[in-house]
């Protein structure tokens, strides 16, 4: 098992002749965050490239835990999920997000940054997809981050490696979307010209690509990896039973 660098796919191949039955299993938590490549959500990755890059400064960051008493989320490179981090803070605070940049452009902060931001919040249409990609990406990340940061952490995972990964694939062919439904119902309560199926049908498919990807990656392109993961963790259990039986016994 390994991470994705190409230098160490390069020493497998060195000593694959000696060792040809190897199984190349490259990290899971890379494939899972992986995942958020394939979103389809043009207006929050244009809305959130500003919302990061507005608090590269301090005076933001001030103001923000000013308005709304809690620090803002900062986005790293090397976090995984960071930015749903930051899309999760978002839509648990939104309405605090016109006020928070009323009063920065008046304050004169990331003057070159906030207008671009209001400008979006302004126009119907790009409010309106920017509401549904945020809560779309929220309720069909989550089961993608907790499964990421459990695979990354310690102990014996290659046995509940099948488990985790399984119980992501199956939010796949069933997703659940509350907080869709939730922004959805906010929106045509204010406007009654908005059509509700409709709208579910906009946010989901923002992530119709990534569900796609996933289960392909999952069904075909890691099998050998998943059915080994699959074998750990039936001879797991087995060893359990007897483990059980024998302390019965």
Excluded at 110 to 122: E, F, K, M, T
Excluded at 136 to 141: K, Q
Excluded at 236 to 245: F, K, Q, S, T, Y
Aim: hydrophobic fraction near 45%.
């Amino acid at each position: 098992m390994r991470d994705g660098a190409s230098v160490n796919q390069a020493a497998l191949n060195r000593i694959q002749f000696f060792f040809p039955k190897m199984l190349n299993i490259v990290c899971f938590s890379h494939t899972l965050d992986n995942v958020g490549s394939h979103l389809m959500i043009p207006t929050l990755q244009e809305f959130g490239h500003l919302w990061v890059r507005l608090f590269h400064s301090n005076r933001a960051k001030l103001a923000w835990k000013d308005l709304t008493g809690q620090k803002s989320k900062s986005y790293s490179e090397t976090r995984w999920w960071s930015k749903w981090e930051v899309y999760k803070q978002l839509l648990e605070q939104f309405g605090d997000v016109p006020r928070f940049l009323q009063e920065a452009a008046a304050d004169k902060i990331a003057p070159n940054i906030v207008p671009q931001l209001q400008d979006l919040l302004s126009d119907p249409e790009s409010l309106v997809n920017l509401k549904l990609e945020i809560a779309v990406i929220i309720d069909f990340g989550e089961h993608f981050v907790k499964a990421t940061y459990f695979l990354e952490g310690d102990g014996p995972l290659v046995f509940s490696c099948y488990e985790k990964l399984q119980a992501v694939a199956e939010a796949c062919q069933a997703p659940y979307f509350p907080n869709v439904r939730a922004v959805v119902a906010a929106i045509v309560n204010e406007d009654p010209n908005q059509r509700a199926a409709a709208l579910e049908q906009r946010a989901k498919a923002c992530v119709k690509p990534a569900i796609h990807w996933f289960l392909r990656k999952f069904n075909v392109n890691l099998k050998d990896a998943i059915t080994a993961f699959k074998a750990a963790r039936v001879m797991h259990v087995l060893r359990d039973r007897w483990l059980v039986e024998a302390n019965t016994s």
